[in-house]
């Protein structure tokens, strides 16, 4: 349950959608936000005090850009 409110309210800041990534408390909830979403999203993360990492795919894979907030 506190997974799906999580979810929820992530929902409610703009992000399209999202996975659940790995498990315990190891995991990631992984979610996309069309770009021009994101800086309200980010906004909101803040606002709540809800830990993002931003990243990007390209054509080498995965990379993290700067560090968790």
């Known amino acids: 349950p506190e997974i799906d409110d999580l979810y929820e309210l992530l929902l409610s800041f703009g992000a399209t959608g999202g996975r659940l990534l790995g498990a315990g408390k190891g995991g990631y909830l992984l979610i996309f936000v069309e770009i021009e979403k994101q800086p309200h999203f980010i906004r909101s993360c ?19 850009i700067g560090e968790s907030k």
Request: aromatic fraction near 16%; avoid cysteine.
């Open 46 to 64: 803040q606002d709540k005090n809800i830990p993002y990492q931003r990243f990007k795919f390209d054509i080498s894979g995965a990379r993290i």
